[in-house]
């Protein structure tokens, strides 16, 4: 069941993407940077979480997913540590990602070829 | 019959919406079955026993890892094509828009072109997000005082 709500929800934040992609003509790092903020937002108010627990990765593989574990990070780390949480929490929840990204491109850089045009 | 004119404007009027209507469906799709793989990895973390917000950022770097070997293969700009949305909006649009351009221009050096262009749309979408992750901070740490 529960592969079937991550089907069902990943799948409809990504028409929710295409939709603005044929619409409204934003271009990916636009809407990238939408979906993120979107995810922040929702987040930060509390509602995204409920979605996660819901659907799972239906909800916590699309983009927004990242915006809501800056915002969950930010908020567990005041919790935690306090005030400095504020300025912490954001990149400490994210850093696996960013770091996998940064450091799989880089080798990805050095082993592939750029596509010649 | 309808003649020639007539049919351009059918198809003016039916083509740009059925299009749109087909990348939905496409993106739906795609999007849902990177989600399932992300549920299905979950599912495996958490049966080695990884707990759960370890299983979580196991599988963010699963799929991570799997967008920039597709895009290093230069297999990710078709599924793109393909997809659309489906494939852009999951973290995998994210580790290829990393991926990308640190390929692509890797004939411009490793500083300014690899360093720099890596985050060429990483770089707002980090920006934007650790910021509005601060503003929510800021506002949750007010109003617990």
Redesign the interface.
């Known amino acids: 069941m529960?592969?079937l709500w991550?089907?069902?929800?990943?799948?409809?934040?990504?028409?929710?993407?295409?939709?603005?992609?044929?619409?409204t003509k934003l271009t990916?790092?636009r809407?990238?940077?939408f979906?993120?903020?979107a995810?922040?937002?929702l987040?930060?108010v509390g509602v995204y979480q409920h979605l996660v627990d819901f659907?799972?990765?239906?909800a916590?593989?699309?983009?927004t997913?990242?915006?809501n574990l800056?915002?969950k990070?930010?908020?567990e780390?005041?919790d935690r540590a306090g005030?400095i949480?504020?300025?912490t929490?954001?990149?400490k929840a994210?850093a696996?990602?960013?770091m996998?990204?940064?450091v799989?491109?880089?080798a990805?850089?050095l082993?592939?070829?750029?596509?010649s045009k | 019959m309808i003649s020639q004119q007539e049919y351009q404007k059918m198809v003016q009027k039916s083509s740009p919406k059925s299009t749109t209507f087909k990348n939905c469906v496409k993106a739906f799709v795609v999007g849902g079955a990177i989600c399932v793989l992300g549920q299905s990895l979950y599912a495996m973390y958490e049966h080695f026993g990884a707990q759960k917000d370890l299983a979580g950022s196991l599988v963010a770097i699963t799929l991570i890892f799997i967008a920039i070997a597709l895009t290093g293969f230069g297999v990710f700009d078709n599924i793109v094509n393909f997809a659309g949305a489906g494939a852009s909006v999951p973290i995998t649009g994210f580790a290829n828009a990393v991926a990308a351009p640190a390929i692509e221009f890797k004939k411009e050096g490793f500083i300014l072109g690899v360093g720099a262009k890596m985050f060429i749309i990483a770089g707002p979408v980090i920006v934007y997000g650790t910021i509005s992750s601060m503003i929510v901070g800021a506002i949750y740490y007010f109003v617990q005082k």
């Open positions: 529960q592969y991550a089907f069902l929800v990943g799948g409809a934040i990504c028409v929710i993407g295409q939709l603005l992609i044929d619409k990916s790092a809407i990238l940077v979906f993120v903020v995810g922040v937002i987040g930060g659907a799972g990765a239906g916590s593989v699309p983009i997913g990242f915006g800056l915002a990070g930010v908020k780390e005041i005030v949480g504020i300025l929490g954001g990149l994210t696996a990602g960013i996998a990204a940064v799989l491109s880089f990805a850089a082993i592939f070829q750029p596509k």
